[in-house]
């Protein structure tokens, strides 16, 4: 936690995934947060990403790491023929232990929210968002967290933050692709 300007900020330590064994190891060494891909969906498609069918696995893993979060990365640009799948897939998570989907496609936050009306959704990096303008629309959307372009500077983040105060703002500070 940290005090800005009077107001509370939470900082929560965000780490990839993969799979099941990188999910335990994140929580283990003190991530309070992991992602990780589904097939198909996740722009991670060249690293391991969850199976379908473990679903249980992931809810013990949930269990006994209490109060982390596990997101769901669907962070491709959808094409028309797999919008049908998308909703058959959203439909099927909904028992999921996730805690919010990170999608950079708007027509895939549409689809998730109309089968998952409940669900938390946050716009992915690939949507590029860097200014406060952007931030401000995207929350008018629906969305919950905006995960900025990677090219936003400390003073970026901090003009987007005083503009849209009620919105998460997360950012990478370290990363295979990435560093700030």
């Known amino acids: 936690y940290q005090m800005l300007s009077r107001r509370l900020y939470v900082v929560e330590l965000l780490s990839p995934a993969g799979d099941i064994r990188k999910l335990k190891t994140a929580f283990a060494f003190g991530a309070d947060a992991a992602y990780m891909g589904l097939p198909k969906f996740s722009l991670r498609?060249?690293?391991k990403n969850i199976d379908l069918n473990q679903r249980e696995e992931l809810?013990?893993?949930?269990?006994q790491f209490n109060n982390k979060k596990l997101y769901c990365a669907?962070?491709?640009i959808f094409h028309e023929d797999q919008l049908s799948d998308l909703r058959e897939q959203a439909r099927e998570l909904k028992d999921w232990p996730f805690d919010a989907?990170?999608?950079?496609?708007i027509g895939a936050m549409d689809i998730i929210k109309?089968?998952?009306p409940n669900a938390e959704v946050h716009l992915?990096?690939?949507a590029s968002c860097i200014n406060s303008s952007a931030a401000k629309v995207y929350q008018r959307l629906g969305f919950s967290r905006v995960i900025l372009g990677r090219e936003a500077s400390i003073e970026d983040i901090k003009k987007i933050k005083q503009a849209a105060p009620d919105l998460e703002i997360e950012t990478f500070v370290h990363g295979a692709m990435c560093m700030a």
């Open 45 to 47: 498609a060249n690293a």
């Open 59 to 63: 809810i013990k893993v949930k269990n």
């Open 74 to 76: 669907m962070n491709i």
């Open 101 to 105: 989907f990170i999608v950079t496609d």
């Open 114 to 116: 109309n089968e998952l």
């Open 124 to 126: 992915s990096t690939q």
